[in-house]
């Protein structure tokens, strides 16, 4: 049934979830959560160049298990992220490039416009993926 496969969906959203490669950030905290079949990344802190590598490994994890369980978006809440320079922001450059290829679900950033870096950053970010990724604020 409909609801059965739904519920499936559930889970191995929630088991993908709660399977991610640890996180070696020093002043990045990322906490994932899902609800139905949205998987949704919350982030608090600050990063930076030494954060790039292991942030675009983390994205690129859940990007693999959004794509194995069929999640029809991923929300980024980065709200309460004070701080992203250029090198880590690439980390979701390379992520999106693997969004576009797989044409399967689609990014919402969710953004706090009050702090400059987002306001300057996360729309332009988002052109690297037209169609696929869209800024909320």
């Known amino acids: 049934t409909i609801r059965a496969s739904l519920a499936r969906v559930f889970d191995d959203v929630t088991e993908a979830v ?4 640890p996180l070696p950030f020093d002043s990045l905290t990322v906490r994932a959560e899902s609800a139905g079949n949205e998987v949704t990344l919350r982030m608090r802190g ?18 693999r298990e959004a794509m194995r369980v069929g999640a029809r978006s991923v929300a980024v809440d980065l709200r309460e992220v004070d701080f992203m ?6 980390a979701f450059v390379r992520w999106f490039e693997e969004v576009k290829g797989a044409h399967s679900y689609q990014v919402k950033l969710q953004a706090d416009t009050s702090k400059r870096w987002q306001r300057g950053s996360l729309h332009a970010l988002a052109t690297f993926a037209v169609g696929h990724v869209t800024v909320v604020a």
């Open 18 to 21: 709660h399977q991610a490669p």
């Open 46 to 63: 600050t990063a930076e160049m030494r954060d790039s590598a292991p942030l675009a490994d983390l994205l690129l994890h859940y990007h």
């Open 85 to 90: 320079n250029s090198s880590a922001l690439n």
